[in-house]
């Protein structure tokens, strides 16, 4: 199984940016590298993310310790605002490094290898979360089914296996797939490269569309199911996920589809009133006027670049973490499965 990140005395990232020409592997020395892959997509996916940002932390301890043994506490509070601040949507990111970064005054002596021991520990708990996951949400996908999927939430996305996936690859085993459509995902074409390239490796049958054919495609395939990750579920059941998420729920509900999102607990952020308080990550209008670096718009012509956006929790028919499962997710059936209860 194709992992994005490992560690080895430093942070090494598959250049995700790079797939699928060619399997290329970046090392992050220092914490700025870490910042850096994050915010330029070396490194993508919320929990994928996540545990590089909580390597990042592990980084910058080594970093300030080697630089003063007395206030290596101060020296580092840069570089976890850096950290938490190189991607604004997905929660998993702050998440991760406040995680591994509590109670620093608390840690004596070199704290280097205490959080890089809770990096690690994140790291293979986002793995045993997606196989669960994948079993509790391939239990509702009926034999025969066919699928749809968005962007990439897949084992590239995650500490592997995958959320959408992940759910997508243990219904393939339990031989209840018969096909998947993956949506190219403009303008980084997360699906076309990555989600089709994940699947067909692993011998998943799967066609690649057209974003604006997702709707055309549900009705004339008869789509069983969407299946998607997330980057931030608020406290109501709003969840953030890539641009045309919304769109895709839209259309699921009008034609009877099923729209399900699969994603850990440390997407939800209960700190999050409602989907109206996410922060919707811009980036740059060249991803929309150029395609691999070639402009085709008009001189002069100008783009908006919103990558995320915001699905209500009314149009989500069933929410899969590796809690459990909740139907119609709601404020209180949210705060119940993460209090455990
Ligand atoms: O901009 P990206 O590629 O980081 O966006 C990724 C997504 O939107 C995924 O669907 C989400 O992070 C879930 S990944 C398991």
Known sequence: MISPLAWDDALVLLDQRRLPECELYLRCEDYRSVVEAITTMVVRGAPAIGIAGAYGVALAAREAYAHSRD?????????????????????????????VARDLPALTGDPTAAILARATALHRSDRAANERMGELGAALIEPGAKVMTHCNAGALATAGYGTALGVIRSAYHLGRLQEVFATETRPWLQGARLTAWELHKDGIPVRLIT???????????????????????????????????????????????????????????????????????????????????KRFAAAGVTALNPVFDVTPAALIDVLVTEAGLLERPSREGLARLVGGT
Do not use: C
Request: hydrophobic share 55%.
């Open 71 to 99: 206030d290596w506490r101060t020296y580092i509070v840069p570089a976890l605002a850096a950290l938490r601040a190189a991607r604004p949507t997905a929660v998993n990111l702050a998440w991760a490094v406040d995680l």
């Open 211 to 293: 974003d604006s054919s997702a709707a055309h495609v549900m009705r004339a395939e008869q789509v069983s199911w969407v299946i998607v990750g997330a980057d931030r579920i608020a406290a109501n059941g709003d969840v953030a996920n890539k641009i045309g998420t919304f769109g895709l729920a839209l259309a699921a509900r009008a034609l009877g589809v099923r729209f399900m999102v699969a994603a850990p607990l440390s997407t939800v952020d209960l700190n999050t009133a409602n989907g109206a308080e996410i922060a919707i990550e811009e980036r740059s209008s060249d991803e929309v006027l150029q395609v691999s670096g």
